[in-house]
């Protein structure tokens, strides 16, 4: 067989990776589309690196949009196979893949508004609401640590990544001239304790490993620490300083680990009694995802639950989905917490928000993710930095900007390693295919899974194909 890595290559975006047997079956590993600002990335998602109608199978490690977002663009050039992913998996999918051709529309007509008004051609969408309706309809669940037979000589087992509701690891067995080849593709690795995931759970032997690497150079910090930082700004923001703290948060998973962890201080009491708004409708509907699959989630939840039966929801939170009453918060000066999206502040309310409570120097601006270098989030967390523009408005910075890092959804090296080798013995991995990270971050994680018996590592480059 052959695999070609067609994304996430020496890069955190776009993970799409091609198996072709020798029967000729052809099996991609996740569907991912490259996320960036606008329009930037559209011409490498376009060009799938593959004839869409010839891949058989799509296999679905997560719902994180780089993982899962051109599945649509892939069914409207010509994929009619089947996509293997949870069920939890797939209903986030239903949610996100819509709320991303819906963000497409909008950039879109402002791109083509530019293009017309400077005599360019204008373009399309990669696809529209349609194309996810057809897609969805392609999807199958498998259960958790089921080996599923997709065709007489492949199976297929997923088993729990911890890294977001549904999230797996990939495991697939390939019989080839009366030889059974072992693949693992991790998908994203979560944390080895994260606030309501469960932990990553080890994932069967196999002879090649496709790993991950986001975090392949860095340790995170403590999760019981930054409950107690999250506390300590809660209280210094809202009740000190009587001002609102502001949290951008990816609405699938950061956002409802944030909520349960504020629900857990309201029922011990250590939440001070002020309004808390979840302003974002895809955060809503995913929320009831979430309701939906609490089994799927760890122990501390299923405990929480044994006294209180929505860990998503308490007396002073409320879910906004109406555009008015969103913008009404913006005329309330109470003391309150506004969770919304995006996460690096890029699109979505939150950047009303910002935009408007920015110069206020009792609020607080709290980034609990990743934010790309060139990102409003980033830029804003800039020390040196005075003013910032927002909306073409240039804004004094007097609001107090601050950081958690103990809400990454990805394990560091060391959590990745320890999982990597709790699963399998290093000593029968024949190859190891590092993806989904920067260069800087690869480079240093080849030397950690070298140190823990690991051979034979290498970090793919972009169209990179290997024969196994
Ligand atoms: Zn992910």
Not at 221 to 239: A, H
Not at 390 to 407: L, N, Q
Request: aromatic share 10%; net charge negative; hydrophobic share 35%.
């Amino acid at each position: 067989m052959t695999i070609q890595f067609l994304g996430a290559a020496r890069e955190v975006t776009g993970s799409k990776h091609l198996i072709t047997t020798e029967s000729g079956k052809r099996i991609m590993l996740d569907c991912g589309m490259y996320q960036g600002k606008g329009m930037e990335t559209d011409a490498a998602n376009r060009d799938l690196g593959c004839d869409a109608a010839s891949v058989d199978f799509v296999v679905l490690t997560h719902a994180h949009i780089d993982h899962s977002g051109l599945i649509p663009y892939l069914w409207k050039n010509g994929f009619r196979g089947e996509v293997f992913c949870t069920s939890a998996t797939r209903d986030l999918c239903d949610l996100m893949l819509r709320d991303t051709a819906y963000i497409q529309a909008q950039d879109v007509r402002w791109y083509n508004k530019k293009m017309d008004r400077l005599h360019k051609p204008k373009i399309q969408p990669l696809y529209d609401e349609n194309h996810v309706a057809n897609a969805m309809r392609h999807f199958v669940p498998v259960p958790y640590n089921y080996r599923f037979r997709i065709a007489d000589d492949i199976f297929l087992t997923f088993t729990n990544s911890g890294h977001m509701l549904g999230s797996a690891v990939a495991s697939l067995e390939i019989q080839e001239q009366g030889e059974w080849k072992r693949i693992a593709y991790t998908g994203d690795i979560g944390r080895l304790q994260s606030h309501i995931l469960c932990s990553p759970q080890p994932f069967p032997q196999c002879d090649y490993l496709i790993c991950e690497s986001t975090y392949g150079n860095r340790l995170h910090e403590d999760r019981l620490v930054s409950e107690q930082q999250l506390l300590g700004i809660v209280n210094e923001t809202c009740v000190y300083k009587h001002g609102k703290l502001l949290i951008p948060s990816f609405s699938v998973g950061r956002t409802q680990e944030i909520v349960y962890v504020l629900n857990n201080m309201y029922n011990d009491g250590s939440l001070p009694r002020i309004p808390v708004y979840v302003d974002s409708p895809l955060s809503f509907n995913a929320t009831q995802v979430f309701r939906r699959y609490t089994d799927e989630l760890n122990e501390a939840v299923q405990d929480t639950m044994r006294y209180d039966d929505d860990p998503f929801g308490f007396n002073t939170l409320h879910y906004i989905t109406d555009i008015n009453e969103s913008k009404r918060l913006n005329h309330s000066d109470e003391p309150c917490i506004i969770i919304s999206a995006s996460g690096m502040l890029e699109a979505g309310r939150i950047k009303h928000h910002v935009a408007n409570h920015i110069s206020d120097p009792a609020c607080t601006i709290l980034i609990v993710g990743y934010c790309t270098p060139e990102s409003l989030g980033a830029r804003i967390q800039d020390p040196s930095r005075q003013w910032i523009s927002i909306f073409g408005f240039d804004h004094k910075i007097k609001a107090h900007i601050t950081k958690i890092e103990g809400f990454s959804g990805h394990g560091d090296w060391h959590e990745m390693i320890d999982y990597l080798t709790r699963s399998v013995d290093v000593k029968q991995v024949k190859r190891t295919f590092i993806v989904h990270g920067e260069a800087a971050a690869q480079d240093e994680y080849r030397d950690h899974l070298y140190m823990a018996g690991f051979r034979n590592i290498d970090a793919p480059t972009r169209g990179t194909s290997v024969y196994l």
